[in-house]
């Protein structure tokens, strides 16, 4: 088994795009169901949400405020999923909830080990 | 006289044992043991002539008092015979030194508990020390309980007992920056007691509902202790009054297993419920969502009597969070039986079939009952080979009585 992280992109910008509190609700049980899924079959191996602040830094120390402002999808946060190959992993991740959104994705790559201790 | 001994071994036993064998190191546990088993002895003997003392519990400190005196003395004459140069006999003082006070008895206990929780030991000999030192349990009870004999019992002991000399693990309160991380293998050697008792293979229900009391026991002295007070202790004691709450529903005549969807709801203890929703108010304090406190809520859900929307849809969202924690086979079964009652038996037998979970005769039970009257063809496969993966004769009855519905 490999590890695999999980991108999830979301428009997390434009002010009509942002669900209601209710809305919220329904999705962040939509997205529990989904990693509960991969959580059943032992696949997952963590993950963490990412607030909507950051600070962007760019070539010739330009800091910008906010997630990525170029593109429209931020990263809203990621999973790490334990799968046989990049296919069984994409596999698992294309049942993410965050794809019944127009224009959203989720970006799937194989980790490889480049920091020590992992 | 009769009840009595056998009453105060269970509750003297295993605080005298606690503070003797503190006072003298892991080295000399069996002495302690022998001190304390002499003790009752001696009780006995003079009981049975002389009539019981007044106060049969300070009669006991006091006798064990002295024989641990004794004990101390010995070893020192000894000492001094060996080794004349060592003037230093920090090992025997005076008798305020062995403190059978009820703050020293508790101290005493707790730090026991850390040491015999300690990872350096085998699980099924921390079981067995635990219910020997902390229980006061005989072998034969604890042979009993595992269905094992009274020489695997006594095995596990002394393989226990060399590993807290070897590892010098000593009897002392862990530092209050590492409390939560000791804590940790303390709870689940608690939890594993408690599971011993629920799921035992033993029939012996008197037995099995001690060692859930017992375990229920240990934790409560956790939680009287400001230090190991945490909002996860008091999650688990929630976690096994719900539990515990249901053990005469659960449980026939015979000792046999009363599924869920059958059992006298009359007969489901509401004081137990009571106290499983006050320890688990009190435990939602601090950062930390612990495994216990996911548990003890899908516990509670299940002490909700009927069906309905919401109480499934909570359940399965708490497994869905206990198994980004920790991951079990039977989390991810019941997992999706919860999934199945919110979100009906087609989604969730796609959810199934990617559990790999072939040779689990629950996992084939579970998909069984969910191609019932769906495709009860299939549903006939699955059952068919859960019969053949059953063990008990039990649990195989269940199973036939299922097939029968959809023939």
Known sequence: MEEYIVFMRLDLITKDAQPSPEQMQIFMKQYQDWVGGIAAQNKFAGGKGLSTEGRVITFGDVVTDGPFVEIKESIAGFIIIKAASLDEAAELARACPILKGEGNSVEVRKISAVHPGS | ?407
Not at chain 2, 1 to 27: A, W
Not at chain 2, 33 to 54: K, M, N
Not at chain 2, 139 to 162: G, H, S, Y
């Open chain 2, 1 to 407: 006289m009769n009840d009595l001994i056998p009453h105060l071994f269970r509750t003297e036993y295993r605080k005298i044992v606690s503070v003797l064998c503190r006072r003298f190191g892991f080295h000399e546990i069996e002495a302690a043991e022998d001190i304390v088993s002499d003790t009752f002895l001696t009780a006995s003997q003079s009981w049975g002539i002389q009539g019981v003392p007044p106060n049969p519990v300070g009669w006991l400190y006091q006798v064990a008092k002295n024989k641990a005196k004794n004990h101390l003395h010995r070893n020192m004459i000894w000492q001094q015979k060996i080794a004349p140069g060592i003037q230093d006999n920090a090992a025997f003082s005076d008798e305020a030194d062995i403190d059978l006070s009820a703050q020293n008895i508790i101290d005493s206990q707790l730090q026991m508990m850390f040491a015999i929780c300690d990872p350096a030991i085998p699980v099924e000999s921390q079981i067995a020390l635990s219910l020997r030192v902390l229980c006061g349990f005989g072998i034969e009870e604890i042979a009993d309980a595992f269905q094992i004999n009274k020489d695997t019992v006594n095995k596990r002991l002394l393989r226990a007992k060399e590993k807290l000399r070897q590892a010098g693990i000593r009897i002392e309160a862990p530092e209050p920056a590492e409390v939560e991380a000791r804590l940790q293998p303390v709870l689940t050697t608690i939890y594993l007691l408690f599971n011993e008792g629920y799921y035992s293979v033993s029939r012996n229900k008197a037995l099995r509902r001690d060692l859930c009391l017992e375990a229920m026991r240990l934790c409560t002295m956790l939680i009287e202790n400001p230090q190991t007070d945490q909002p996860q202790v008091n999650a688990l004691l929630s976690l096994m009054c719900f539990h515990a709450s249901r053990f005469d529903a659960r449980l026939d005549g015979q000792g046999e297993l009363v599924m869920m969807e059958e059992q006298n709801t009359d007969l489901w203890n509401s004081d137990l419920i009571g106290k499983g929703g006050y320890f688990l108010r009190s435990s939602a304090k601090g950062q930390t969502l612990s495994r216990y406190h996911l548990e003890a809520a899908i516990a509670y859900w299940h002490t909700v009597k009927g069906d309905s929307f919401e109480k499934w849809e909570n359940i399965l969202q708490c497994y869905n969070q206990l198994l980004q924690l920790h991951y079990t086979p039977s989390a991810a079964l019941n997992r999706t039986y919860a999934f199945s009652k919110v979100h009906g038996k087609e989604p969730a037998i796609r959810e199934a079939e990617k559990l790999d979970l072939k040779g689990n005769h629950f996992w084939e039970l579970l998909l069984g009952d969910l191609y019932t009257g769906i495709d009860d063809q299939k549903a006939q496969v699955h059952f068919r080979n859960a019969l053949t993966l059953a063990k008990t004769e039990t649990e195989k009855q269940a199973i036939r009585k299922k097939m029968n519905v959809i023939i």
